[in-house]
């Protein structure tokens, strides 16, 4: 299995989503947002000072800090 | 599009309607909308509830409540409740907790809702559906509007309402907020008894529901709650991270020291118990969207945006633009409000002279004109500045670029351990700290958004820059250093100290009273749309309103208490001579005379007021600043507004507030002398006066609207203190540290 981080993919490259490391709230709300094992997630972009991080996911667009992506395992597809 | 209103034409829904619970007759029904955040909810309030809405507070929290009436077509009148806009039910910020807990019924001050008006965007179906599937789940009555449905079938998405209904056993209905369609249909709906939805979409294994049902028996009753709602807010107290003192309150205390029993033996038994909510319901979203809903590839929506977004987050034209843009409305909130400005300014003067002439001098007149009018004037002068940054703040929420500064602006205001939306609110500080500290409610974050009010302060807002301009005008030499000027410098060196405050008090606060975990950061980018200018103008009224009505009375109260201050005792006997010197000038046709011994009157009068007498006692601790007690009066009564300190200083000198006087003021302040007859007043005083007004919080509106957004006296509290005691220490090390270099 390809395992990668969610903040190491190319701009335009989609992954599927793995697992995200962490515990309580903050894995859940990423959950809740859509980051679900097995979702598909495209990354956008980065801004313009390199953080945060432009995806979409379930169609929804969304921002997150580097450091936050960098606890999701994805999957490049 | 023209056809559309007539395809979305009332359609009998094919679920069973029944009568719900009898309600005490007395009560009207209340209905709440709810949705995701950028889904229309407000515009589809705004349409439901007119122009009428209501805006306070949840009890004990910041997060604001709207309340307003809509009349259904039967006449009966409902009382409509627009909900924070929320992702998840298990709440990540104080408005989603206050959601949770009115939905469960567990808020003090807001009963559950009637019926639940649910708003998706009907293009981003697929992921709102989340919340509505949590929310069907909790067994309240729900209505599905599939709103901006416009939208969705020029992007070729096609959604079967009746497969929708079928599945989630709820009603649902097409409607456009932004441009008013099927809201007729909608209140039709909204007329009727819904039941709640019997569907079930998640199966929980029997481990974790024996546990929940366990603690839900144990749990007082409520009776509006299905076994699934009882068994999900089982499930949320569990999930609860300790925060909420809703539930604290429901949870009976003997089941409260068994939670952390009950959570343990669910981590052995079941691991994902935490998170398995969310899969299963995703789960059955992707089923339900199979059956009802058909979109013909990736909408056109998606290409202007991914157009739009090209530019506006390109690397060098994205910071670009936006400067560009933040440029022009700190330029608009200063020049545009300008006008407004001096018209309210002149009106309330004017008003004032006019009703003055019609009173018979005294002391009645003195507190109606003196206090009460100028008290009303010093409020209602910040409403075009309200009015003008409000414009552009929910032009910008609306449009879908606020979202995008925040994520420009992200790293830049991380360094400082703020949210890329607390630029905005702190450059339009520059101007005004009110209207800046009212810009703060689109940081969702409560620490984030404590913060960024408790630093908005240290701007250098525009009634600094008369206290600039006298200070540099009188002490700082117009020598040029290269191409620049030492006023110029030193004018510059306040904003630069302000601004490095900030960012000092920031760093502090995050490590102590506002310390917490760094909270996740998620925000959406939404897709970009035309602002529904409806929206923005009832948000320009509101807002402006609101400032009137929560900050305006405790503005008028102080400002008749420093009128008071300022007026008594008064000169008494000698005042008593001047007056009649006075007459007497004026009779022998001596007007110059009478106006010099007017100047001196008032003089007199503030010098033997209490405000004077207030100088003298605080003598001695501003002393060491170099500051005497004439500065000590003005220190008092610029609380009303900072720029008042030089029409004080000028009364102190008597010297009339007209332009003369105030040319002359900078003489007068050059010259003054203590009773030793040294000069009384430096270069070094002037800096060390100009550093203390960057730093100190003297501006009671400003207390007053931080009193309103924070909805506790704590924090105002906390930045009088704070803040005064720092512009001490500073002004403290300057002037000294300046003595001891042989300056001054």
Known sequence: MNDMRLDHLAPGAEAIVLAIDGEGPSVRRLMDLGFVPGTPVRFIRSAPLGDPLELVVRGMHLSLRRSEAARVHVEPV | MSNLSERLRPRRSALSVVSGPARPAARPRIVAILGNPNSGKSTLFNRLTGLRAKVGNYAGVTVEKKVGRCTLPSGERVETLDLPGTYSLHPGSPDERIVRDVLFGLSDDTPSPDLVVFVVDATQLDRQLFLALQLISVGRPVVLALNMIDAARAEGIVINEEALEHRLGVPVVSISASKGIGIGNLRRMMERDVAPSTRSFRQRPAAVQRVLDSLSARLPRRELLTDSGRADLAAAILLDDGEDDAIARFVPPDVQDDLRILRRRLDQTWPEWRTDDATAIYDAIEDIMRVAVTRGGEGRNERSRARIDRVLTHRIFGPLIFILLMGAIFQSVFEWAAPAMDLIDSTVSLFGGWVGAHLPAGPVRSLVVDGIIAGVGATLIFVPQIAV??????????????????????????????????????????????????????????????????????????????????????????????????????????????????????????????????????????????????????????????FLQKAGTVILAVSVILWFLASYPGAGQKGHDLQQRIVAAEQSGNPAQASELRNELAGLNLRDSFAGYGGRALEPLIKPLGFDWRIGIALITSFAAREVMVSTMATVFNLGEDDDGLLSLRDKLRLATDESGERAYTALTAISLMVFFVLACQCMSTVAVVRRETNSWRWPLLMMVSMNLLAWIASFAVFQGGRFLGMG
């Open chain 2, 389 to 546: 940054l409000f414009f552009f703040l929910s032009v910008m929420e609306g449009s879908g670029y606020m979202a995008r500064a925040a994520f420009i602006m992200d790293r830049v205001m991380g360094r400082v351990g703020l949210s890329g939306r607390a630029f905005i609110p702190l450059l339009s500080s520059f101007a005004c700290a009110i209207p800046g500290i009212m810009a703060t409610r689109t940081i969702d974050n409560r620490r984030d958004r404590i913060a960024t009010i408790m630093i908005a302060p240290f701007m250098s807002c525009s009634a600094r820059l008369p206290v600039y301009a006298v200070l540099i005008g009188a002490f700082i030499p117009r020598h040029r250093i290269g191409f620049l000027t030492l006023p110029g410098i030193t004018l510059f060196s306040m904003y630069f100290l302000g601004i490095v405050a900030a960012i000092a008090v920031a760093g502090v606060l995050k490590r102590t009273a506002l310390r917490g975990g760094r909270p996740l950061y998620v925000m959406e980018l939404p897709p970009y749309r035309m602002p529904v200018w409806r929206s923005v103008l009832l948000t320009v009224r509101e807002r402006s309103w609101l």
